[in-house]
């Protein structure tokens, strides 16, 4: 099992900045991608950014250029900076975890709320 606890989420005006925070802990495999994905009102919920343990990063194309996402593999620890927020990356944003074993295993955090205002 891994445990998946995020900080970091609140309200900010539009073109400010935030940074989550997503602390893993658990049974964490050598092999695994962190990420963050978001769900809006009346949304789907769609990915942001995963960072693999080799250091190889994904974005979806509404962030590049102005979300960042890192991790820390010896602190099993995952961040996303979102710098010139727009009121449409208001979300519930999720941490997740994928351990790439035998099989896929998923796990996700309790969520924060990333609000932008206008």
Known sequence: QVQLVESGGGLVQAGGSLRLSCAA???IFSGNVMGWYRQGPGKQRELVATATSGGITN???????????SRDNAKNTVNLQMNSLKPEDTAVYYCNVRNYGARVYT???QGTQVTVSS
């Open 25 to 27: 802990s658990g049974n």
């Open 107 to 109: 796990y996700w955090g």
């Open 59 to 69: 974005y979806a194309d509404s962030v590049k250029g102005r979300f960042t996402i």
